[in-house]
Every structure is written in C-alpha cells, then in structure tokens.
C-alpha cells in the first residue's frame, strides 16, 4: 500500500528565515508521481508541483524549491527567505499508474511565519 | 476559480440527518474524486468515478455513497450522519496528461457540521 509521511506536524519560523519540508513515501509501484499542495487559512487546496518518478532532477520556482532522491524515498520542499504569506498547511502526495490514480496524502504540516 | 465547482460552501446540519454535496468537474474532465478531510483523519481519499462509472472506492463509510450523473456532476450523498462526519469534503477531477500523470484540480470545498 501506498503511505506518506510528513513527519513534522507543525513549525513555526520568522520571516526571512529558510524552511524544509520533509515528505517520506512508500510505494511498490515502479511509475508513481509525487506532489505538493499548500492549503492557505481560506481552505482550498492549491497545487504546487507535480514530479514523476523517473524524474530525479531538483526543481526551483522562485523561493520554492524541491529536493527528490528516490534512493531515500523523499521529496523535501524548501521555502528560502519564507514571507508572511507562506503561512499554511503544506501536504505531500503520492498516485501510481493504472488503477492507483488517487491521491494518498499526508498528514500535512502547519508552517507559521511570523513577521 | 479552479474550474471545479462545489455546492454548498457550508452545510450545518443535525445528527441523523442526510446531506448531498454536489460536484461539477472541470470542463472535459471524466474522472470525479471525492475527499474528507477531518482534524483527526487528515485527507483521505472517498471514492472516484470515472465517466459514469465507479473507478476506485477508499475509506467510504457504508453510510455514505455517490454518484456520477451523465453530465459528468457528481453528488456525494451522507446519511445517518453523526458529530464525527464533520469535515471539509473536498471534490477534485482530473484529466490525462502525456507521459500517464494525471492533472488533479481541486474544488473549494464544502464544509460539513454536524450538531
């Protein structure tokens, strides 16, 4: 079975100040997507990154930035310089091919910036 | 607006009563997932429909089923309900992508209590 594991539940960091989120996945499928979403105070649910599991290059998007090593299971996010507005719950994800097309999360993480 | 429309917002209801949570995909898209999540549960993922069909069925309760109607909206209907079916019930669809990922887009959300 399909498991993500966010072991931080909540973290709290003053503005400016540089934040990894840590995500853990276990899958037995060979092809499987990892993801991140942030949920803002408002609740919706907004998508951050998609990456495949043959696709081991890191990926930066301006403050964002994302760490992939199959070899440890992990996908980390890393938010440099975190703003005020980076306050949210974070959630890692896992789907597999074929018939594995939902979406298994994680617990989620509540990062705080303060200013 | 993500394209995926979810109705009602908010539901406030009593114990024993039953709710139907409505879902309208994102134009084109086929397949339907319902999500809850709960303070203590996270997200977890319900059930998906897939151009009418059932596709894939998670931790539904026996009290709670769906459905897809031809124009693609969904309703997710929840009986009998109790304190702790209260939750943010979330609906998102999705659409093929090259290379097998799926493109997953979330709904607003609906917020359920139960008094």
């Known amino acids: 079975a399909q498991k993500v594991t966010q072991a931080q539940t909540e973290i709290s960091v003053v503005e400016k100040e540089d934040v990894t989120l840590d995500c853990v996945y276990e899958?037995?499928?060979?092809?499987?997507?990892l993801f991140w979403y942030k949920q803002p105070p408002s609740g919706e649910l907004v998508f951050l990154i998609r990456?495949?599991?043959?696709?081991?290059q890191n990926e930066i998007s301006g403050r964002y930035s994302w760490n992939f090593q199959k070899s440890t299971s992990s996908f980390n996010f890393t938010i440099t310089a975190s703003q005020v507005v980076d306050s949210a719950v974070y959630f890692c994800?896992?789907?597999?091919?074929?018939?594995?097309?939902?979406?298994?999360f994680g617990k989620g993480m509540k990062l705080t910036v303060n200013p | 607006d993500s394209g995926v429309t979810q109705t009602p917002k908010h539901l406030i209801t009593a114990t024993g009563q039953r709710v139907t949570l409505r879902c309208s995909p994102r134009s084109g898209d086929l397949s339907v997932y319902w999500y809850q999540q709960s303070l203590d549960q996270g997200l977890q993922f319900l059930i998906q429909y897939y151009n009418g069909e059932e596709r894939a069925k998670g931790n539904i309760l026996e009290r709670f089923s769906a459905q897809q109607f031809p124009d693609l909206h969904s309703e997710l209907n929840l009986s009998s309900l109790e304190l702790g079916d209260s939750a943010l019930y979330f609906c998102?669809?999705?659409?093929?992508?090259?290379?097998?990922?799926?493109?997953?887009?979330f709904g607003s959300g609906t917020r359920l209590t139960v008094v």
């Open positions: 899958t037995r499928d060979t092809t499987y997507y």
């Open positions: 994800a896992l789907s597999g091919e074929g018939g594995s097309e939902k979406l298994v």
């Open positions: 990456r495949n599991s043959f696709d081991e």
């Open positions: 998102a669809s999705s659409v093929p992508l090259t290379g097998g990922v799926y493109g997953y887009t």
